[in-house]
């Protein structure tokens, strides 16, 4: 059907030029324009090297890969570089585009890559059009308004959430700028505002719980509500309220150093993408206590933690979720600490599968076991995916406060059907911001819950019945057991010395881990801290701190800068 109407809409009435021209909004990443202009392309995981030819006769490894071209992100970061070489790669490839694809074939005629390109075309044409010759121009407008009314007719196709957002933005971006293109606009007004209604709930969260996916949905509704609004149209009453909600939640989710919380798929944000899509909405109002889109923050000093505090996303939306129960993230200042593994979908299946895992997060496993288990389940939009099943379905959560710091109780009941157990997280930071002592309990509630564990326990031959506890270590975290194997010393590039600790009847080490994130080669490699213990009777608890060393002090001028160049 996509294809059906790409062809059709060739019979339009195209565009003639402009109406208006939205102030280009996208952010690009310089890093990222040289190394294209060097014809080195990086996309899903795969790496071409190319520095000779058109971006579309490179050699295709993935169909991820070739969707990531058709959504034309990458002119973004062409534009960040701005010179010469960069901008004729933008101008040559766009149009090389319009002539190869233009009239409905390749794989980037979907409603969410085509709004994409759509919202990229109308920021850059400017640089686009500059010195074209009229043909071109008149192809040009005639490609936007062809794809502009394939979107009014496939929007609904999208899959809900971040595709179909991407599709009805590109349709108003459509309406605002494009002679003829009018006739899109209240439509798609009205289907955004009853998008923002159904998939934005009240607290600004969305139902796959993707702390990135919100973000990016969030960007949307702001570069539209501000189209609109340098045209004299006033967004949608429910566009608006989304956006009074969203900000929020974001806000919520955000790291001491700016980054989000890495969960659900999600990762970090590129830098400075959300304080600046924050900054550009104009929406002030400060994060409020309780759960955010079902995580929990706790904040003092210069350190924030962040705890998936509630059951994964439903079936139908879990799609790309984790079983990432009651783990949670540590930053401090501008180094992330503790951190989760991440998303792993741009490195393969195995990967991508590895990453969903209880044991890439950071928190308690039953060896073997995730707390959530994967399973094919049914399908999303026709594709078959790879749903989280047997989830928790008891997640709970208690705020803690006492004299010198604050935190939380949590527990889930994702271990109960397999083996009568329950794990309880205690968790609390320092007024200071120095300090986080922890707990964690596997343990049996009600009567029948022991008959369970006995019989988990009986299948081990009265051994015990093993799990871990994670803390995995970001890639730049220098660790080493120290005090005889009692402890583990962590050293972040800003010269801060984080001690862990541990009491119970528990084994310490440290071992390798990944770190998974999105724009490079392959996984990197970094370390976790991992206590190894048995569940023998029907409560087992482990304590453990993790503490600056006295010697640190609260505030050290961070001046180490990042790696910018392209790493494998």
């Given amino acids: ?40 392309f990086l996309f899903a995981g795969y790496l071409v090297e190319a520095p000779d030819t058109a971006i579309w006769d490179l050699p295709m490894p993935d169909l991820a890969f070739e969707r990531e ?55 850059h044409a400017l640089a686009l059009l500059n010195g074209a010759e009229s043909v071109t121009s008149e192809a040009f407008f005639r490609s936007l308004a062809q794809q502009a009314n394939f979107l009014s007719h496939r929007w609904n196709a999208a899959s809900p959430g971040l595709p179909r957002f ?37 607290g600004g969260g969305i139902p796959t719980r993707n702390p990135e996916e919100l973000m990016e949905v969030f960007t949307l509704l702001s570069w539209a509500a501000a189209a609109l609004r340098e045209t004299d149209r006033i967004p949608g009453r429910a566009h608006l ?46 994060r409020t206590g309780g759960l955010a889109m079902g995580f929990a923050r706790l904040s003092h000093g210069r350190t924030s933690v962040i705890v998936d505090a509630a059951a994964p996303p439903a079936r139908e939306a879990s799609a790309e979720a984790h079983a990432s129960t009651l783990a949670f993230e540590l930053t401090s200042g501008r180094r992330p600490l503790i951190v989760n593994c991440g998303s792993g ?21 039953i060896e073997g076991y995730s707390s959530s288990r994967l399973g094919v389940a049914g399908t999303i939009m026709g594709a078959e995916a790879e749903l989280l099943v047997d989830a928790p379905r008891d997640v709970r959560i208690e705020p803690r406060v006492s004299e010198r710091s604050t935190g939380l109780i949590a527990g889930h009941d994702g271990y109960l059907r397999t083996h009568g157990l329950t794990h309880v997280r205690q968790l609390y930071l320092s007024y200071d911001g120095r300090g986080v002592q922890g707990e964690d309990v596997l343990a049996t509630v009600e009567s029948q819950d022991e ?54 009847d528990c084994t310490l080490s440290l071992e390798p881990s990944v770190y998974l994130e999105r724009g490079r080669l392959a996984p990197r490699g970094t370390k976790q801290v991992v206590l190894s213990a048995l569940a023998m009777t029907r409560a087992t608890r482990i304590a453990w701190t993790l503490a600056k060393a006295q010697d640190t002090p609260d505030t050290i001028r961070d001046l180490e800068r990042e790696d910018l160049s392209l790493q494998e």
């Fill in 1 to 40: 059907m996509n294809r059906l109407h790409a062809r059709a809409s060739t019979l339009s009435k195209p565009a003639t030029g402009f109406t208006s021209h939205p102030e280009p909004r996208t952010i690009g990443s310089f890093a990222r324009g040289r190394q294209l202009s060097a014809g080195n």
């Fill in 69 to 123: 071209l058709h959504g034309f992100t990458w002119i973004d970061d062409l534009a960040a570089v701005g010179d010469g070489a960069a901008n004729l790669r933008a101008k040559t490839w766009t149009h090389a585009w319009i002539t190869r694809f233009g009239r409905g074939t390749g794989p980037g005629w979907t409603p969410d890559l085509t709004g994409r390109r759509l919202i990229r075309w109308i920021h």
């Fill in 166 to 202: 991407e599709a009805l933005v590109g349709l108003i971006y459509a309406g605002i700028a494009l002679t003829g293109m009018d006739r899109h606009l209240v439509p798609a007004i009205k289907a955004l505002g009853r998008e923002c209604d159904s998939q934005i709930d009240g």
């Fill in 241 to 286: 309220a989304a956006l009074e909600r969203v900000a929020p939640a974001l806000r919520a989710l955000r790291h001491a150093d700016g980054g989000l919380a890495r969960f659900h798929g999600g990762g970090r944000g590129a830098e400075g993408w959300l304080d600046q899509a924050l900054s550009a909405s104009g929406i002030r109002t400060p």
């Fill in 345 to 365: 979908r741009t490195f393969g299946e195995k990967w991508r599968r590895a990453g969903r895992a209880t044991p890439s997060h950071s928190t308690l496993a």
């Fill in 451 to 504: 008959r369970l564990f006995d019989r988990a326990l009986d299948a081990t031959q009265l051994k015990g019945i093993p799990f871990k506890l994670r803390f995995h270590l970001h890639p730049d975290v220098d660790a080493e057991i120290d005090m005889g194997g009692h402890a583990v010393s962590m050293a972040l590039k800003s010269g801060e010395i984080w001690v862990f600790r541990f009491s119970g």
